[in-house]
């Protein structure tokens, strides 16, 4: 919050001035203030939905695709019902992916690193080109 604003804000709650008239001061401002950066963008920010994979591939000469949309809701919902299960479960879920070629621990998934990573994918896309397949992930 810049300090005119706040100023304000500050002259409505000791009573100097009344709502519409703050609401007025702070339109007039609003009007001066040059747009920024973050209102420029052609996207309209707002919490990511859905995390995105896209594969298209050619395989023995013939196109496929892959579009997988899942819900961000449940991948939280996951997170946090990973901190159910117990440690030794976890433990040989994690050798298993390490078998499949996934090196990933699920001991030390949690929710903030989750919300990180969304917040970090809702800002990118990461895309992989291969001479037989492409693929992306982003959210939306």
């Not at 994979?53 to 939280?76: D, I, K, S, W």
């Not at 996951?78 to 030794?88: E, K, N, Y």
Request: charged share 30%; hydrophobic share 40%.
């Amino acid at each position: 919050m810049n300090e005119q604003r706040k100023d304000i804000l500050d002259m409505l709650a000791e009573g100097k001035i009344t709502a519409v008239e703050a609401e007025q001061l702070i339109a007039a401002l609003e009007r001066d203030q040059p747009p920024t950066a973050s209102s420029l963008d052609t996207r309209p920010k707002g919490r990511a939905k859905y995390l995105r994979v896209v594969v298209n591939t050619l395989e023995n000469g013939e196109p496929g695709r892959v579009n997988v949309r899942v819900p961000l809701q449940l991948l939280r919902a996951g997170v946090r019902l990973a901190a159910l299960i117990p440690p030794q479960a976890l433990g040989r879920a994690n050798v298993e992916l390490n078998k499949s070629g996934v090196p990933f621990d699920l001991t030390q998934l949690k929710p903030e690193q989750l919300e990180a990573l969304v917040e970090h994918l809702d800002e990118m896309t990461v895309e992989v080109d291969q001479p037989d397949a492409k693929v992306r992930v982003f959210c939306e």
